[in-house]
């Protein structure tokens, strides 16, 4: 969901720089007043808006259809992943989402392709390795503020601390 996500806005984002080389100066407030303030509205769950900020989103559509369609596509991929109840039919159903989106959404459709076996894996448990990347990064924060440490016992104890256990 995040690579669908920072996909949408990058192209919002891209749509804005075209934007900012249109001449008729009508057209391009028009559009820029559109998209001003619609970076959290398309990132947003939809379920989660507010009126205004529905409002917005059909600001967004007269101005910018292409990102309609890429955000109607992002909450597809989130309704499969919140919807599902097993893997055989989240696979069949990502599968379907991904004949869509190859065009829209280039680097995540290569990502979800090549990390089909992982993401089917979510189904079956509904976990994700979010829990293991924060520990990760959280090493990685500890070992550059580690620098200078005189030997390996230091930097283990620093470890263990920040999760209050010791061996």
Known sequence: ???VTDELDAARRKIKRETEKIKSK???EKILEGLKKSKYVL???EKDLN???EEKLKEVEKVAPILTKMHALKEELRDIFESSKDWSEGLLEIADWLKDVSKY???SFGTIKRWIGEIIAYFDEGTTQGVVEGINNKLKLIKRRAYGFRNFD???LRSFLTWEFMS
């Open 43 to 45: 990132l947003k769950n």
């Open 105 to 107: 959404f280039p680097k």
């Open 154 to 156: 230091n930097f283990r």
């Open 1 to 3: 969901m995040k690579q």
């Open 51 to 53: 009126k205004a900020e």
């Open 26 to 28: 009508s057209q391009k």
